[in-house]
């Protein structure tokens, strides 16, 4: 079982939703409409080893804010089941189910969904960037004893060469991996701000 603060999730979901309060600060563009989620599979609704249903930890926006929760679209009354979790609590992201969703894919499918909801590209990245010093302690030195003054200086780090503001679904993945990691390392040495 991986340790809840590894989980990508974990330590993404929570930096953006960080981000999107100062981007609508800043008054980021956004046309609110309909409900989008974004649904990762966390597996199986087993009973007498059958399988009867799925399991889903869904995300979505709503007035400005992210929020999830789990669901199991089999039983009403399975313990998969959760409340409605705020996105930016990530001591509350940790308790959900995360062991059985792809990690492989949860970047890509985030990416999706922020450029699907057609957010100011420049505006998020700068809120990003912003949100990742204002929320660690800098400067940033990892249990490998590695030091980064800012997050800049962490993210531009064995930066993809295809990985450029023209190629901008490829350079926002990459972001949106490098805001994980800078979180995961921040929490691993307690210099994480809440």
């Not at 990508?8 to 409409?33: H, Q």
């Not at 970047?107 to 922020?114: G, N, S």
């Not at 450029?164 to 805001?179: A, I, P, Q, S």
Request: proline content about 4%.
């Amino acid at each position: 079982m991986t340790d809840p603060d590894d989980y990508y999730p974990v330590n993404t979901i929570p930096a953006l939703a960080w981000a999107l309060d100062l981007y609508f600060k800043a008054g980021g563009a956004f046309k609110e409409g309909g409900v989008v989620e974004l649904v990762f599979p966390a597996g199986a609704h087993k009973e007498v080893m059958r399988k009867k249903g799925e399991h889903e930890i869904i995300l979505w926006m709503s007035k400005k804010k992210l929020y999830l929760r789990a669901r199991c679209n089999y039983d009403k009354a399975c313990s998969f089941n959760s409340d409605r979790i705020d996105g930016s609590d990530r001591e509350a992201l940790k308790s959900l189910p995360w062991d059985e969703t792809n990690d492989r894919s949860f970047f890509i499918a985030m990416r999706k969904w922020l450029i699907r909801l057609k957010f100011d590209f420049v505006t998020l990245i700068r809120a990003l960037n912003t949100i990742c010093d204002r929320r660690v302690e800098l400067p940033l030195t990892s249990k490998w004893g590695r030091t980064f003054k800012k997050f800049d200086e962490y993210r531009r780090h064995k930066w993809p060469e295809d990985a450029t503001t023209d190629n901008r679904e490829k350079f926002l993945e990459e972001v949106l991996v490098r805001v994980s990691f800078w979180i995961q390392t921040a929490a691993q040495v307690k210099a994480l701000k809440y």
